[in-house]
């Protein structure tokens, strides 16, 4: 079952406690930190994207296009709608022949403030393309466009390309296609669930892409791994836990709602999957910030950056310190 991660306090009495689950994979795939349950499926929501990005490199629609790394990155993001994003997006877009009114994601402001307000004080409105899942299904509707496969019907589960990413999700979780549980996500593509070391497994493959047997599926994650790297600020946004983690190119990471995130060390060759069981997902950054101080990660330099950027102490509207947040697992290398 499972355990108390983060408790969070107000003038000393304890006002909230965060449930969850830890799992921490090797070289090899054994588990190695286990906190909580390892065997309920957990839904990947947007942590999944790395992954669903890999069967749009393979299937050479970058290449027939002429999209980039930046392009690949926006593609496994969820975009906060900075201009940044807005600039990728577009150009994804021009180079393909794809609009926006193909995607079935509904039509949004932009998630990051100021660049909301600015839109709104310019008399702009909701549209499709600030969706934040909006590059991952640019991405696929270019791959079904390059492949001839239908594409009004891209995003349901019996769909070719659909399949095809339940497979590679499969293969990169060292997982039985028939284990894996399936649902609808936000944005109305399907969304599998695995536990929580099959996960880990799966970010392990991200980071070390060397382990896996087949050639262009090693080939096809390296490149995603390299565009996470070199454009971490594509794939969240400003003060985003996964791109602050990636100003570290010893980091891969992905977030998703609901207090799921994966994330993974390549020098140390450790795969990474939490899960906050109330879907809090600003937790998610004091759990990772003390799994990295527990496994005693020698970067100091990124831990003191996602100390800077999340700090601990809880402030109220006047800016008064009023409470504070603590860990309070502990992991045990087994």
Same mark, same amino acid.
């Given at each position: ?95 393909? #022949? ?26 702009? *409105? ?27 019907? *891209? ?47 799966? *970010? ?32 969240? #946004?400003? #003060? ?56 005693? *990660? ?37």
């Amino acid at each position: 079952m499972s355990e108390r991660l983060i408790e969070e306090t107000r003038n000393g009495w304890l006002e909230c406690e965060h449930l969850g689950s830890i799992c921490g994979v090797d070289g090899s795939g054994r588990i190695v930190y286990a906190v909580g349950d390892m065997e309920r499926p957990r839904f990947l929501r947007s942590a999944g994207k790395p992954l669903q990005a890999i069967p749009v490199v393979r299937s050479g629609a970058l290449e027939h296009y002429g999209l980039h790394a930046r392009d690949l990155a926006i593609m496994l993001a969820s975009h906060r709608g900075e201009p940044v994003h807005m600039d990728t997006l577009a150009h994804i877009m021009q180079s393909t #022949g794809i609009e926006q009114q193909e995607l079935i994601c509904q039509a949004s402001y932009p998630l990051h403030d100021q660049s909301k307000e600015e839109w709104i004080r310019h008399g702009g *409105y909701k549209e499709k393309r600030f969706h934040n899942c909006s590059g991952k299904h640019l991405g696929v509707l270019a791959w079904c466009q390059h492949a001839g496969y239908d594409k009004a019907r *891209y995003a349901d589960a019996e769909h070719p390309a659909q399949q095809e990413i339940a497979a590679c999700i499969a293969e990169m979780s060292m997982t039985r296609p028939e284990e894996l549980g399936t649902g609808v996500d936000g944005c109305g593509f399907p969304v599998l669930a695995l536990p929580l070391p099959a996960i880990a497994r799966a *970010y392990l493959h991200i980071a070390c892409p060397e382990k896996l047997a087949d050639a262009s599926m090693r080939t096809a994650v390296e490149r995603v791994r390299e565009a996470m790297i070199q454009y971490p600020l594509l794939v969240g #946004g400003t #003060g985003r836990l996964d791109s602050v983690l990636m100003e570290d190119d010893n980091i891969t990471a992905k977030g998703g709602f609901k207090g799921i995130f994966g994330f993974s060390l390549r020098e140390e060759q450790l795969g990474f999957a939490v899960k906050i069981d109330d879907g809090n997902d600003e937790e998610c950054a004091y759990v990772v910030t003390e799994i990295l101080q527990q496994i005693g *990660y020698r970067r100091n330099e990124t831990i003191k950056r996602l100390k800077e950027t999340f700090p601990i102490d809880i402030h109220n509207d006047q800016g008064v310190a009023v409470g504070s947040r603590r860990p309070v697992f502990r992991l045990e290398r087994g």
